[in-house]
């Protein structure tokens, strides 16, 4: 995939001078309105400016669902060739699916299936060229091809996984896995 000339579709967080990216309330007025924007330059570069609307867009909020709620939908809607992007979280136990964008999926992977468990238990990004050669993968969505999932450890502890997938076969080169792995730390950072 040539991205350097691609132009993706990406959002700028909008809103009132004086109101905070995630003050939808407090103000005079409700604004709280996220516009579609294209990111531009090189993919890093592009990754470097959905990260910089990540941070706007979770800043001062702590709350764990509504920061992967918003996450989800930012990198579903500014990336291109994505079926899937969400969170599962660690129960203590197994993980449990949270927020996402995309078809209704498998609600508990234990740590020891899948690519969700496999990044879960080892702590290591899993990037999947092509999921039918993945022993275990578990196909919550018939459509996907390709997938990348981020553990996400916070202070040593297992917090979950940061899901990607997509239709197409080898979606994800290095650049997206630092992209992504990127945005998941700032979701980590954004619970603190
Ligand atoms: N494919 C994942 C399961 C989660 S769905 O992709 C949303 C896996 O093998 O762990």
Redesign the pocket.
Known sequence: MDTRERRLPGFFVGGDPGIGLNGCNGAARLLCMFTATTLSGSKPEQYAELAAQARALLSGERDRIANAANLSALVYHALPALN?V?F?FHDGNE?V?GP?Q?LP??VR?PLH???????ASTRQTQR?AD?DA?P??????SA?RS?V?VPLVRDGELIG?F?I?SPELDRFDADDQHGLETLAGIFVESLA
């Open positions: 899937w969400g599962y993980l699916v996402f995309g999926a498998c992977i299936k899948g690519v969700c468990g496999a990044a999947v999921v993945f275990g993968h578990i196909a919550c969505d996907s997938e999932v996984v899901d997938d």
